[in-house]
């Protein structure tokens, strides 16, 4: 009996003809669905260590660091009301629609490095290295490092051969996502001084599913080496 005959018997009749067709083909196991375990453990990259630590023992309780947090989620809550008063992203009016031109990242001191997050291929067993400073002058950063293309040897991991800086994602209050909001611009200024390879700037927007969290905007950036700056125009 075919299975587009069974779904259309009463309730009765499709209990008692798979009970049924299970005594005519005894020697058919039924089918069985693998149950999940109940703990799993998270997703480790190829060539990465594996902790031993229990879940509770990675918590690091401090009081004075909890009492400290708190007052900065409701310093940033206290500013989220107030800045909607004054204008928009806390500037008035008319100096919101008069800009021409925003600076969004500088490097003016060491405190600027902690916007921006280096990682290579280092981390799933590659062999590349990446590092970021303040450069001479305390005026510019330095991203330096070695590239390797050389995958790493764990029989999972085909290619290799990265390096990559990115800005930290920024927080509101309570460490929700905050945005830039850059509605009123249609252009990206970077200034730089490349060593004549060819790189790229990734842009990622606010998504609103799931499955757009890794969308990006891609621009290939060909830089000419040497000491002179370049100016580039996304």
């Known amino acids: 009996m075919s299975l587009t005959k069974i779904t259309h018997l009463p309730p009765l009749r499709l209990l008692s003809s798979i009970h049924?067709?299970?005594?005519?083909?005894?020697?058919?196991s039924p089918l069985t669905v693998p149950r999940r375990a109940v703990a799993?453990?998270?997703?480790?990259?190829?060539?990465?260590?594996?902790?031993?630590?229990?879940?509770?023992?990675?918590?690091?309780?401090?009081?004075?660091?909890?009492?400290?947090?708190?007052?900065?989620?409701?310093?940033l809550l206290k500013k989220e009301f107030s800045d909607p008063w004054v204008g928009p992203e806390g500037k008035p009016?008319?100096?919101?629609?008069?800009e021409q031109n925003r600076v969004i990242w500088e490097f003016r001191g060491a405190e600027s490095l902690e916007q921006w997050t280096v990682?290579?291929?280092?981390?799933?067993?590659?062999?590349?290295?990446?590092?970021?400073?303040?450069?001479?002058n305390n005026n510019t950063c330095f991203l330096y490092g070695t590239l390797r293309s050389n995958p790493p040897k764990d029989g999972e991991t085909r290619y290799s051969g990265y390096c990559s800086m990115r800005?930290?994602?920024?927080?509101?209050?309570?460490?929700?996502k905050k945005h830039y909001d850059w509605t009123s611009?249609?252009?990206?200024?970077?200034?730089?001084?490349?060593?004549?390879?060819?790189w790229m700037i990734n842009i990622a927007s606010e998504t609103?599913?799931?499955?757009?969290?890794?969308?990006?905007?891609?621009?290939?950036?060909?830089?000419?080496?040497?000491?002179?700056?370049?100016?580039?125009?996304?």
Do not use: C
Not at 20 to 28: M, T
Not at 167 to 176: E, G, V
């Open 208 to 234: 609103y599913f799931s499955h757009q969290r890794d969308d990006l905007y891609n621009y290939f950036l060909y830089t000419r080496g040497g000491p002179y700056w370049q100016d580039v125009k996304v």
């Open 40 to 75: 799993q453990q998270e997703y480790r990259r190829p060539g990465k260590p594996k902790e031993d630590k229990l879940p509770w023992q990675k918590i690091k309780f401090d009081f004075s660091k909890g009492l400290k947090g708190i007052k900065k989620h409701f310093t």
């Open 167 to 176: 800005s930290k994602q920024t927080l509101a209050s309570f460490d929700r």
């Open 185 to 198: 611009f249609n252009t990206l200024h970077i200034r730089l001084r490349g060593d004549g390879r060819p």
């Open 93 to 98: 009016i008319l100096e919101h629609m008069l």
């Open 20 to 28: 049924l067709q299970q005594l005519l083909l005894p020697s058919i």
């Open 119 to 136: 990682s290579s291929d280092h981390e799933i067993g590659g062999q590349s290295e990446v590092y970021l400073k303040l450069g001479k």
